[in-house]
């Protein structure tokens, strides 16, 4: 099939679930945040395509003409005029069997701040596949070898391979980020998109939605600072506002909640929920989400980090790293056939006991991973990792299923390999869907 393909695209691990969803759907939602290529993507299997900001007035007055065009027909940035949504929905019930015929883009749902109700009347189950995409992970822009398979672990397959050691390279990787536009910039270069990125989002995106900008910049600037936790709301105000005395005076934990809505609905912050195997008592684990940001070099620009700043503190660049495996481990998640609702979760039950990331298919089977930029931090990890298995599934009153394997994701690390029965050590640049 010929497509609007742009020239120059380079292929996205989402092609294929696009694709898939094409034949079972009559429409299909690609949503991620802004500039993570989402409408390129779109057109690599599309036949037309309206671009609804540049109609706005049109698409309000009648959302019919926007569906217009030889299918499959994209629609970007639906969300500026949410009943487009109903309109496609009710364009695909009209003919049974009627599938791929629309393809909608957004980066962001339409209720972005909490309590407003511009959200479409139907869901759209059963008729409206829905897509996350988020910025390139390593091995699609071309910075992993990709040798080592998330699929093909699950199924009991691995290889080992090397990776040449270039932790500047790793650092220069982490501040470039994903976004499409920025794989031939330098890092440098780079961070000025990400730094225009959060000017966008705060200084257009959140006043239009009656919000203040400047809490909003306070507030993800204080996840940069604490990647990868579970911060409570009164913790986040304190960070927000730690030079002043009473800080719980400026900002209440509600306000923290309606800002936190509208930042995830935006898809610029990401929360990880956590995971509690079948058959635990659920009080055990920790239920409050962790929180990172859409993409490493995100918390890069909000810390302010040049690369040579990040090469001279490790232990910042270690949360950073962080936040590039739980972009990439979820971008190669989501190309799992059977993977469930949420792509990545992580575990910390009441004894401390804590894995980054699970990884949890719709069959029961699962895999825990720890993140580590150093080789020197592998074995405290493979021993951390060993104590969780036993755990869980040596305890005679436990129903947990073994895992299928364990992995530490190492960032200067050279050698993915097999470090005992079921645990491997895995550099994140071997490392592919």
């Given at each position: 099939?010929?497509?609007?393909?742009?020239?120059?695209?380079?292929?996205?691990?989402?092609d294929?679930?696009?694709?898939?969803?094409?034949?079972?759907?009559?429409?299909?939602?690609?949503?991620?945040?802004?500039?993570?290529?989402?409408?390129?993507?779109?057109l690599?299997?599309?036949?037309?395509?309206?671009?609804?900001?540049?109609?706005?007035?049109?698409?309000?007055?009648?959302?019919?003409?926007?569906?217009?065009?030889?299918?499959?027909?994209?629609?970007?940035?639906?969300?500026?005029?949410?009943?487009?949504?109903?309109?496609?929905?009710?364009?695909?019930?009209?003919?049974?069997?009627?599938?791929?015929?629309?393809?909608?883009?957004?980066?962001?749902?339409?209720?972005?701040?909490?309590?407003?109700?511009?959200?479409?009347?139907?869901?759209?189950a059963?008729?409206?596949?829905?897509?996350?995409?988020?910025?390139?992970?390593?091995?699609?822009?071309?910075?992993?070898?990709?040798?080592?398979?998330?699929?093909?672990?699950?199924?009991?397959?691995?290889?080992?391979?090397v990776?040449?050691?270039?932790?500047?390279?790793?650092?220069?990787?982490?501040?470039?980020g994903?976004?499409?536009?920025?794989?031939?910039?330098?890092?440098?270069?780079?961070?000025?998109i990400?730094?225009?990125?959060?000017?966008?989002?705060?200084?257009?995106?959140?006043?239009?939605?009656?919000?203040?900008?400047?809490?909003?910049?306070?507030?993800?600037?204080?996840?940069?600072?604490?990647?990868?936790?579970?911060?409570?709301?009164?913790?986040i105000?304190?960070?927000?506002?730690?030079?002043?005395?009473?800080?719980e005076?400026?900002?209440?934990?509600?306000?923290?909640?309606?800002?936190?809505?509208?930042?995830?609905?935006?898809?610029?912050?990401?929360?990880?929920?956590?995971?509690?195997?079948?058959?635990?008592?659920?009080?055990?684990?920790?239920?409050?989400?962790?929180?990172?940001?859409?993409?490493?070099?995100?918390?890069?620009?909000?810390?302010?980090?040049?690369?040579?700043?990040?090469?001279?503190?490790?232990?910042?660049?270690?949360?950073?790293?962080?936040?590039?495996v739980?972009?990439?481990?979820s971008?190669?998640?989501?190309?799992?056939n059977?993977?469930?609702?949420?792509?990545?979760?992580?575990?910390?039950?009441?004894?401390?006991?804590?894995?980054?990331?699970?990884?949890?298919?719709?069959?029961?089977?699962?895999?825990?991973?720890?993140?580590?930029?150093?080789?020197?931090?592998?074995?405290?990890?493979?021993?951390?990792?060993?104590?969780?298995?036993?755990?869980?599934?040596?305890?005679?009153?436990?129903?947990?299923?073994?895992?299928s394997?364990?992995?530490?994701?190492?960032?200067?690390?050279?050698?993915?390999?097999?470090?005992?029965?079921?645990?491997?050590?895995?550099?994140?640049?071997?490392?592919?869907?």
């Amino acid at each position: 099939m010929e497509t609007l393909k742009p020239e120059g695209y380079l292929p996205r691990i989402a092609d294929k679930q696009i694709s898939r969803y094409l034949g079972i759907f009559g429409a299909v939602e690609i949503a991620g945040t802004k500039w993570c290529g989402k409408t390129w993507s779109a057109l690599a299997h599309a036949k037309s395509i309206s671009y609804v900001d540049d109609n706005v007035a049109v698409a309000k007055a009648d959302p019919t003409l926007m569906l217009m065009g030889e299918a499959p027909h994209v629609i970007d940035e639906w969300q500026l005029v949410p009943p487009i949504w109903d309109a496609v929905r009710r364009e695909v019930d009209k003919t049974k069997g009627n599938r791929g015929a629309f393809i909608l883009t957004g980066s962001s749902s339409p209720a972005s701040k909490e309590g407003d109700d511009k959200s479409p009347a139907h869901s759209g189950a059963g008729r409206i596949g829905k897509i996350r995409m988020r910025p390139m992970s390593l091995a699609e822009s071309g910075e992993s070898v990709a040798k080592v398979s998330l699929a093909r672990l699950f199924d009991g397959s691995f290889s080992p391979c090397v990776v040449a050691k270039d932790t500047e390279g790793l650092i220069e990787s982490t501040c470039r980020g994903g976004w499409p536009e920025a794989v031939d910039l330098t890092a440098e270069d780079a961070q000025v998109i990400a730094r225009e990125y959060i000017d966008a989002a705060c200084g257009v995106s959140i006043p239009k939605l009656g919000l203040d900008a400047d809490i909003a910049r306070r507030l993800i600037g204080s996840i940069a600072r604490n990647l990868g936790q579970s911060s409570t709301y009164k913790t986040i105000i304190s960070d927000m506002f730690g030079a002043e005395e009473h800080p719980e005076h400026l900002m209440n934990e509600d306000t923290v909640r309606v800002y936190l809505h509208a930042l995830k609905s935006m898809y610029l912050v990401e929360e990880v929920p956590g995971w509690a195997p079948p058959a635990r008592d659920k009080k055990r684990f920790a239920t409050k989400p962790k929180r990172y940001l859409a993409d490493p070099s995100l918390a890069a620009a909000l810390l302010g980090m040049s690369p040579s700043a990040m090469l001279g503190d490790w232990q910042t660049f270690g949360l950073v790293f962080e936040n590039l495996v739980i972009r990439d481990l979820s971008v190669y998640a989501q190309a799992l056939n059977l993977l469930d609702s949420t792509p990545v979760r992580y575990y910390r039950d009441d004894s401390g006991l804590e894995a980054d990331a699970i990884i949890q298919l719709a069959d029961g089977r699962w895999a825990a991973f720890e993140a580590k930029v150093s080789e020197d931090k592998v074995p405290q990890a493979i021993r951390s990792l060993s104590r969780l298995r036993k755990k869980l599934v040596e305890n005679p009153k436990s129903r947990t299923n073994p895992p299928s394997f364990m992995a530490v994701i190492t960032g200067n690390g050279e050698y993915a390999r097999q470090a005992e029965e079921g645990i491997y050590i895995i550099p994140i640049r071997a490392l592919t869907a």
